[in-house]
């Protein structure tokens, strides 16, 4: 059995968690969160704590069960607390303009690319390299992050492009290395 589904999950102050059949919602101040919950795993909110065991003993309700554990962490995490992805560029004449949800990206193209951030996610200007991601869906600002991120990945020779806050970039030696 998955060991992850054994947690009990503490429902922080402040979050209100509600189960309606297969649809598990948290809700507090920041915002609402909702999943709908696969019929092989049973869940259940007794006093302060929420709970997943599999419905059955098979194989897939066993990892049904730690991934809606999971799931429901990031929910639980995500309307008390919150999730931040910093990004930062790097590159000659690269830079970042914030305005609104807005961002305008100068990364070595011909033009600045514009990106409008998702419903619910919010950015941040740090300085005109560095920007941050905030919202309540680990997966919406993960994603949103990782997207930004593609436009132009960090090479390995000279470590330019758009990369995480604190990312380490394995770099390459040149031609010059060769001989």
Known sequence: M???ANRKLQIP????VSLNGALITTKSSKGELQLTIDPIVNVSIEENTVITKPANNTARANVMAGTTNSLIENML????EGYKKGLEIVGVGYRFNV?????G??????????MIAPEGISVTSISNTEIELFGIDKQKVSEFAAK???LRSPEPYKGKGIRY????????????AAK
């Open 105 to 114: 990206i100068n990364a070595g193209f011909s033009h600045p690319v514009e």
């Open 99 to 103: 305005s609104g949800n807005k961002i």
């Open 2 to 4: 998955s060991r992850i």
């Open 13 to 16: 102050t402040g979050v209100e």
């Open 165 to 176: 806050k604190g990312e380490h970039i394995r770099r390459k030696e040149g031609k010059k």
């Open 77 to 80: 995490i995500g309307v008390s």
């Open 148 to 150: 930004i991120r593609e």
